[in-house]
């Protein structure tokens, strides 16, 4: 069965650097999703994607964060100056469509930690 | 009121019994339902979506919808310890955007 990839698994970094997270979605998906979760919180929406432009950002997602499509495959998080805060499980996730009647298929995450 | 609200557990439960896991809501809006399974330190892996009210049963998954009294449920048969895990559910409207929220899940022990 296809899924969604995630690269790294763990990424571990101090507060105020940089970190890329990166995914590869489904390959005939078009709709492309970041969420994160925070130890013991619910799965949180951050941001949709859709023909290399964001379709809706949360709250959350403010000017430390940006998303993009460097090439055909790959679907990256960027967090600028990391916070602890930003300490959490991120997980990827695509659609073939934005509709909620096609399924949603999420990666196995990134467990990010900023000391 | 929380927009979906879940009974956080833990709930532990005998190998081969019955489980029972719900989830209330209070956004009217909702109309599509879905069920996550979320291992430890993995991705919520899709179980059970439903349309607006009713029900669907998938092997030994039954998954209501209430939508009048905002409720939804998801049954587990002959629970097997593979089925410990965290359980989501999910609700949206029409797209997978800000409108797409998640309980806040269920921990669900079985034991053999």
């Known amino acids: 069965e296809p899924e969604v990839t995630q690269t790294p698994s763990h990424q571990v970094t101090q507060m105020g650097q940089e970190v890329i997270l990166r995914c590869v979605p489904i390959?005939?998906?078009?709709?492309f999703y970041w969420y994160r979760q925070i130890l013991g919180q619910k799965v949180e929406f951050l941001v949709s994607?859709?023909?290399?432009?964001?379709?809706?950002k949360s709250e959350i997602f403010d000017d430390q964060f940006s998303v993009e499509r460097p090439d055909g495959s790959n679907f990256t998080l960027k967090i600028r100056s990391t916070k602890l805060e930003d300490s959490a499980m991120y997980f990827c996730?695509?659609?073939?469509?934005?509709?909620?009647?096609?399924?949603?298929?999420f990666g196995s995450g990134t467990q990010l930690s900023v000391l | 009121q929380k927009e979906v609200e879940q009974d956080p557990g833990p709930l532990s439960v005998p190998e081969g019994a019955i489980v029972s896991l719900n989830c209330t809501y209070s956004?009217?809006?909702?109309?599509?339902f879905m069920w996550y399974r979320q291992y430890s330190r993995k991705g919520p892996e899709l179980l059970m979506y439903?349309?607006?009210?009713g029900n669907k049963e998938d092997g030994r998954f039954t998954a209501q919808v209430d939508k009048s009294s905002k409720y939804i449920s998801l049954f587990i048969r002959d629970s097997q310890p593979s089925d410990s895990a965290t359980y989501l559910c999910?609700?949206?409207?029409?797209?997978?955007?800000?409108?797409?929220?998640f309980g806040p899940g269920t921990r669900l022990s079985v034991l053999p």
């Open positions: 996730a695509s659609s073939e469509f934005r509709l909620t009647n096609e399924k949603l298929f």
């Open positions: 390959s005939n998906h078009l709709y």
């Open positions: 994607f859709y023909n290399n432009e964001i379709s809706e």
């Open positions: 956004n009217s809006a909702f109309q599509y």
């Open positions: 439903t349309y607006s009210s």
């Open positions: 999910a609700m949206s409207g029409d797209n997978y955007g800000q409108n797409f929220v």
